[in-house]
């Protein structure tokens, strides 16, 4: 199936639109973020043929996101024609999302308080390079081979420098990272190395790094993989299509998400808008966006903390006035972002406006935990045989509050993302060797 696709901002009331193949990230006409915009309606029929495709005769049907490439054709292929599939699309050889959908873990549920058959957790940490960020990297190099780039260029907090490295190296393509000096975990750093990735150290936090790798991607031949893309999104897409498959397309009530950058919580919005647009949903599910309490700019903004307004999406016309007038506050205060979980360790989330777009479609909330909550989500995952980043244990530690808060109700069905593997060895020895916290078992001498 050929779908034909452009850019569109995500002001409704602007309407700018550029080429599929353009590198714009941002409208010039009023500053908004862009969107993929498809132009036909996927029939629903599509449902078996993702299902049938499992059976893994090519890489693409193996893929976890090219599996439901006519869902984010912006390459605008025929999806039926290997050869084009080949031709276009970047894969590591079909592991991206492949290993990934919901699990049942028993003793989450129980530390939670829900039902083990209502909760589900997906780890998107068993993508190739250990992250969700696998999903959207495999479709914005697709994008960046399209508009002929030779170089790809991202800010990190960690994970996102280890995918681009890995799909750079696959691809044999430059890869260009900027770095906060000093505040990456080097577990996630050494992988970029690995991969061959150029360093630049910035001086500064996440958001300073991510403002300088912006201009260098302005260069010619060079071009920015940061979730700001909005061909990241397309492929983070495939996160809620895969929980959503697994539940026979049947719409939970609840998906939960740890909040950064909110690259995730907005490609959640996204997906969920498309396939209720598209009829293939008939139900909405509520969207939860965890942050860290030492890095809360948006359940500050959007739960009325700062200047007691609540930031809404507001029908496509967000206060952006109030948002820079809290970043004026953050800097004059030297209040930057700090907790232990360092992938959600951002304090100006460049998809806000997006972000607050899915919490309106999706009637969602914003909550927040402490390191020692996430923590304890960490290790409890850990128990079932299953393995988390501290950031992802913001899903788990988030759940419990919204089911302690009846926010979440006992006979919700919610799925959580884990969004990563565990990468810092030193956090797991640490939390077990303090007998005073909760899943902690020392070691007898
Ligand atoms: C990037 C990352 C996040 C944050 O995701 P956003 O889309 O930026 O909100 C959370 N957890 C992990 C493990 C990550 O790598
Ligand atoms: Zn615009």
Redesign the pocket.
Known sequence: MKQSAHLLCINPKCGQIYPIVSRQIKCEKCGHLLDVEYKEKPPTKLKEIFYQRRSRDSIYNESGVWRFRELLNFAEIETEELDQCSKFLVSLDGAEGRQSKPYHMSKVSNFVGIGNNNLMLQPE?YNPSG???DNGMASAVTHAKMTGAKKIICAS????SASAGMFAANENMECDVYIPDGQIAPGKLSQAYQFGTQMIKVNGNFDDAFTKSLDAANEEGSYTVN?VNPFRIEGQKTIPFRALEFLEWEVPDWIV?????????SSCGKSLIELYNWGWIKKIPKIAVINAEGANTLHNLYNGEFENEELRWNGGSPNLELVDRYYDYMNKNNLGPKTKAT??Q?GK?A?IAKGLRALEFTNGCVIQVSDKEMLDGMSVVGLNGFDC?M??GATVAGIKKLVDDEIIKNDDIVVGIL??RQKEPLLPIDYHNDPANKFAKPPRI
């Open positions: 940490g992250s969700f960020k907090t960690g994970n996102t979730s998400y740890p909040g950064g950058a909110l690259g995730n919580t992938a959600i951002i989330p998809n980043e950031a992802s969004t990563g």
